[in-house]
Nanobody, 124 residues
């Protein structure tokens, strides 16, 4: 099990960028698949991106490819989400999550460990 704390959210204008960070505690972080999800008001939590243990493989929601980039630094126990060309529809609470098996990496229900979330608001 890992404890996760997100940071880096805030208010940004459309077209701007933000980088979210997720700091993990626990010796097994490097063995975890890490994912980012988001939840907008009145909507279900949706998959954003995931990254494998070594960082060698990354996965994205189709609609976000090219604008969002997930990365990790196992030496710092941190996973990042770089978001560019932000749109008002990207407004949501963003969560990081961790799991060990890679399968179903885009399914929120398969992740046992979650952070508290960080708010991202994109103004038009």
């Amino acid at each position: 099990q890992v404890q996760l704390v997100e940071s880096g959210g805030g208010l940004v204008q459309a077209g701007g960028s933000l980088r979210l960070s997720c700091a993990a505690s626990g010796r097994t972080f490097s063995r975890y698949v890490m994912g980012w999800f988001r939840q907008a008001p009145g909507k279900e939590r949706e998959f954003v991106a995931a990254i494998t243990w070594s960082g060698g493989n990354t996965y994205y929601a189709d609609a976000l490819k090219g604008r969002f980039t997930i990365s990790r630094d196992n030496a710092k126990n941190t996973v990042y989400l770089q978001m560019t060309s932000l749109k008002p529809e990207d407004t949501a609470v963003y969560y990081c999550a961790g799991k060990t098996p890679l399968i179903q990496y885009n399914d929120a229900s398969m992740y046992p460990d979650w952070g508290q979330g960080t708010q991202v608001t994109v103004s038009s």
